[in-house]
């Protein structure tokens, strides 16, 4: 008499053990391209911290440049064209302030205007008319913002006012026609997520 195989249907076939162990080395092949990644990525950034480090720290302890007069000297001469060399950023630091303050007191009231428009007073076609400029310009690199900028508006402004036209006022108006469309973002997603009681109230 023949006998009766009562194991179930596919036990012995079973492909799942192969298929566990093909799983577990494509997970530790991921682990390990990942740590590995990650490994390098800790030592490329902790090589760059170490190289722009020593190399500006250099400037303190080898060349005797005191931390006080580069913090506070309003010229900057490292050649010593005109004398002994010289190292103050304050200009670049009051520039850079002047400049970033300047654009936000530019942007800023545009950028809320444009908010309002969008969510309140015509929340249809506004949103469809204007959401696309903010999108193609938060998409604009910054290059072209500084192309366009140098070759348009510091012209522009040489034109109008004495000098050069190279200075706080043309980085301001890059800056702010930059910084716009996030502005524009914040507070439109600000606006939107008011509560309608909260509104009213403020009327």
């Known amino acids: 008499m023949k006998a009766i195989d009562e194991r ?15 799983h577990h080395m494509e997970d530790f092949a991921g682990r390990s391209y990942t740590t590995i990644c990650a490994i390098l990525l800790i030592v490329i950034i902790l090589s760059i911290v170490y190289f722009v480090a020593s190399k500006g720290l250099a400037t303190f302890f080898r060349d005797g440049v005191s931390f006080s007069e580069f913090l506070f000297g309003s010229k900057w001469d490292p050649d010593g064209n005109h004398g002994e060399p010289q190292f103050g950023v304050m200009p670049f630091i009051f520039g850079s ?25 015509v929340p249809g076609w506004g949103k469809k ?28 402004l040489r034109d109008m006012f004495p000098g050069q036209g190279i200075g706080i006022a043309a980085g301001s108006i890059v800056l702010s026609v930059m910084i716009l469309p996030t502005i524009t973002s914040i507070g439109t997603d600000a606006l939107s997520s008011l509560p309608r009681g909260l509104k009213e109230s403020s009327y």
């Not at 053990?17 to 093909?22: A, D, L, S």
């Not at 903010?134 to 072209?144: C, D, F, M, N, T």
């Open 8 to 22: 179930p249907v596919g036990i012995a076939d079973n492909p799942r053990p192969g298929r566990f162990k093909k």
């Open 97 to 121: 302030f002047a400049t970033s303050i300047l654009a936000a007191v530019i942007a800023s009231p545009l950028s809320i205007c444009a908010s309002l428009f969008m969510t309140e007073i």
């Open 129 to 156: 008319l204007l959401q696309p400029v903010i999108e193609l310009l938060a998409g604009i690199p910054s290059v072209v913002y500084g192309f366009v900028g140098l070759t348009v508006i510091v012209p522009a």
